[in-house]
Protein backbone atom coordinates (compact mmCIF):
# COMPACT_ATOMS: atom_id res chain seq x y z
CA UNK A 1 0.00 0.00 0.00
CA UNK A 2 1.40 3.75 -0.95
CA UNK A 3 1.38 6.01 1.83
CA UNK A 4 0.49 9.70 1.05
CA UNK A 5 2.90 12.22 1.61
CA UNK A 6 2.59 14.16 4.97
CA UNK A 7 0.41 17.43 4.50
CA UNK A 8 2.59 20.98 5.14
CA UNK A 9 5.55 19.09 3.60
CA UNK A 10 8.20 21.73 2.51
CA UNK A 11 11.22 22.26 1.55
CA UNK A 12 14.29 24.84 1.97
CA UNK A 13 17.90 25.61 0.52
CA UNK A 14 20.31 27.00 2.35
CA UNK A 15 22.80 28.91 0.16
CA UNK A 16 25.94 30.82 0.30
CA UNK A 17 28.66 32.15 -1.86
CA UNK A 18 31.91 31.62 -2.89
CA UNK A 19 34.29 33.70 -4.50
CA UNK A 20 37.11 31.47 -6.33
CA UNK A 21 35.88 28.41 -4.92
CA UNK A 22 36.23 29.63 -1.99
CA UNK A 23 33.71 30.16 1.02
CA UNK A 24 32.70 33.73 1.22
CA UNK A 25 29.24 34.07 3.42
CA UNK A 26 25.79 32.22 4.04
CA UNK A 27 23.16 33.32 5.74
CA UNK A 28 24.79 33.82 9.37
CA UNK A 29 27.50 35.99 8.12
CA UNK A 30 24.90 38.46 6.13
CA UNK A 31 22.80 38.19 9.38
CA UNK A 32 26.00 39.39 11.74
CA UNK A 33 26.93 41.86 8.39
CA UNK A 34 23.51 43.43 8.83
CA UNK A 35 23.77 43.38 12.62
CA UNK A 36 26.11 45.43 12.09
CA UNK A 37 24.53 48.05 9.93
CA UNK A 38 21.67 48.25 12.53
CA UNK A 39 23.55 48.18 15.61
CA UNK A 40 26.78 50.42 14.51
CA UNK A 41 28.43 47.52 16.60
CA UNK A 42 29.90 44.42 16.28
CA UNK A 43 29.17 43.61 19.67
CA UNK A 44 25.41 44.35 18.93
CA UNK A 45 25.36 42.27 16.21
CA UNK A 46 26.35 39.72 18.44
CA UNK A 47 23.40 39.54 20.72
CA UNK A 48 21.19 39.67 17.30
CA UNK A 49 23.24 36.58 15.92
CA UNK A 50 23.72 34.55 18.98
CA UNK A 51 27.46 34.64 17.96
CA UNK A 52 30.41 35.26 20.23
CA UNK A 53 32.08 38.33 20.25
CA UNK A 54 35.38 36.19 18.80
CA UNK A 55 34.01 34.09 16.94
CA UNK A 56 32.29 37.27 14.80
CA UNK A 57 35.34 38.65 14.48
CA UNK A 58 36.79 35.41 13.50
CA UNK A 59 34.23 35.78 10.88
CA UNK A 60 34.41 39.57 9.55
CA UNK A 61 38.34 38.32 9.11
CA UNK A 62 37.80 35.40 7.22
CA UNK A 63 35.27 37.29 4.86
CA UNK A 64 37.85 39.98 4.76
CA UNK A 65 40.45 37.71 3.63
CA UNK A 66 38.87 35.73 0.95
CA UNK A 67 37.49 39.14 -0.77
CA UNK A 68 41.04 41.02 0.19
CA UNK A 69 38.86 43.65 1.07
CA UNK A 70 37.69 45.52 3.63
CA UNK A 71 33.71 44.94 4.89
CA UNK A 72 33.93 46.25 8.46
CA UNK A 73 35.87 49.63 9.64
CA UNK A 74 36.17 49.65 13.72
CA UNK A 75 36.84 52.51 16.06
CA UNK A 76 37.80 51.70 19.39
CA UNK A 77 36.14 52.78 22.41
CA UNK A 78 36.77 55.30 24.71
CA UNK A 79 34.03 57.96 25.67
CA UNK A 80 32.25 58.03 22.84
CA UNK A 81 32.65 53.98 22.70
CA UNK A 82 33.59 51.68 19.50
CA UNK A 83 31.88 51.59 16.20
CA UNK A 84 31.51 49.86 13.34
CA UNK A 85 30.14 50.91 9.81
CA UNK A 86 30.22 48.34 6.82
CA UNK A 87 31.90 49.32 3.79
CA UNK A 88 30.31 50.25 -0.01
CA UNK A 89 31.35 46.65 -0.48
CA UNK A 90 29.88 45.25 2.83
CA UNK A 91 26.35 46.48 1.88
CA UNK A 92 26.69 45.54 -1.89
CA UNK A 93 27.32 41.97 -1.10
CA UNK A 94 24.19 42.28 1.48
CA UNK A 95 21.85 43.40 -1.06
CA UNK A 96 23.57 41.01 -4.06
CA UNK A 97 22.75 37.84 -1.29
CA UNK A 98 19.54 38.88 -0.47
CA UNK A 99 18.14 39.62 -4.23
CA UNK A 100 20.07 36.00 -5.07
CA UNK A 101 18.36 33.87 -1.93
CA UNK A 102 14.64 35.31 -2.33
CA UNK A 103 15.17 34.62 -6.60
CA UNK A 104 16.55 30.74 -5.10
CA UNK A 105 13.78 30.22 -3.17
CA UNK A 106 11.28 30.97 -5.52
CA UNK A 107 13.19 28.61 -8.07
CA UNK A 108 12.98 26.06 -4.96
CA UNK A 109 9.47 26.98 -3.69
CA UNK A 110 8.22 26.27 -7.59
CA UNK A 111 10.37 22.67 -8.28
CA UNK A 112 9.33 21.44 -5.05
CA UNK A 113 5.60 22.32 -5.70
CA UNK A 114 5.63 20.64 -9.30
CA UNK A 115 7.28 17.62 -8.10
CA UNK A 116 5.10 17.32 -4.78
CA UNK A 117 2.18 17.27 -6.93
CA UNK A 118 3.89 13.97 -9.12
CA UNK A 119 4.04 12.20 -6.50
Wanted: one cysteine or more.
Amino acid sequence: MKRSLPRGLGARVKGWLNLNARFLMGPRYVLLLEGIERTGTIRGACRGTGLSYRTSLNRIRQMERVLKARLVVTSRGGEARGKAELTPLARRLIGLYRSWRAALERSSDRAFARLHRAR
